[in-house]
């Protein structure tokens, strides 16, 4: 059991570790860690106990001004409430996907609510390419449009087995299966062991992910 949880200073959206570690693959002790680490995200620039995105992106960037698509669709999948700030159970539960005990189910239909920019249940062939071209973008890999092209018409290829221009969740889960190097920015393995730097969701990536 955690040595400190009613010691913890309440945050808007605070929700207690022992409620927390029962629906995540985190323990007591490492929501409380987890605590410690938001409380410092969510103050270095409005001191309001919220992640704003500005402080998100210094968080993963060192750089609050520098955007990237990739990084806006995580914050906004974090932001489960959608009212624009990360709270305290909503980082708590987003970043348990990423743990490597986490249910590939889980971490597959995240995956696929990260392309899915539109929300419209389906990943289309637009959407797919924007977020190949900023993952390849924050992975300081220059491809031209044409290879960029070539690697959206192999996925759709592979992905769209009933021919509809669409990815639906069936035909996704299917596609990660059969290239599980997919998920693999979805894993993190020190999550198994919190310490008080905060994770970085971009590991460099390269085109192959889509081509294998």
């Known amino acids: 059991m955690g040595c400190c949880s009613s010691k913890l200073p309440k ?7 022992a409620i927390l570690a ?9 929501v409380e860690a987890l605590h410690v680490l938001f409380q410092k995200l969510s103050n270095t620039i409005i001191q309001d ?3 704003h995105k500005e402080e998100f992106q210094l968080a993963l960037f060192s750089n609050r001004s520098r955007r990237n698509l990739f990084a806006d669709r995580i914050f906004d999948l974090f932001d489960i409430k959608r009212n624009g700030v990360i709270e305290f159970g909503e980082f708590v539960r987003s970043l348990g ?17 990260l392309y899915d920019l539109r929300q419209t249940g389906y990943i289309e062939r637009e959407e797919l390419k924007e977020m190949i071209s900023a993952i390849l973008h924050e992975s300081d890999l220059i491809l031209s ?16 087995t009933k021919g509809d221009g ?8 299917e596609f990660v299966f059969k290239h599980p190097s997919l998920l693999k920015n979805m894993t993190l393995p020190y999550l198994t062991d919190i310490t008080l ?16």
């Open 11 to 17: 945050s808007p959206g605070y929700e207690d570790p």
């Open 22 to 30: 029962s629906v995540t693959p985190f323990s007591v002790s490492e």
């Open 49 to 51: 106990g919220l992640i």
């Open 97 to 113: 996907i990423f743990h490597p005990n986490a249910p590939i189910e889980d971490k597959i239909k995240f995956a696929f609510r």
């Open 145 to 160: 449009d044409d290879v960029v092209e070539t690697i959206v018409d192999k996925t759709f290829s592979d992905a769209d």
């Open 166 to 173: 669409k990815i639906d969740q069936e035909e996704w889960k």
């Open 197 to 212: 730097a905060f994770p970085s969701f971009i590991e460099k990536s390269d085109a192959e992910d889509f081509e294998t």
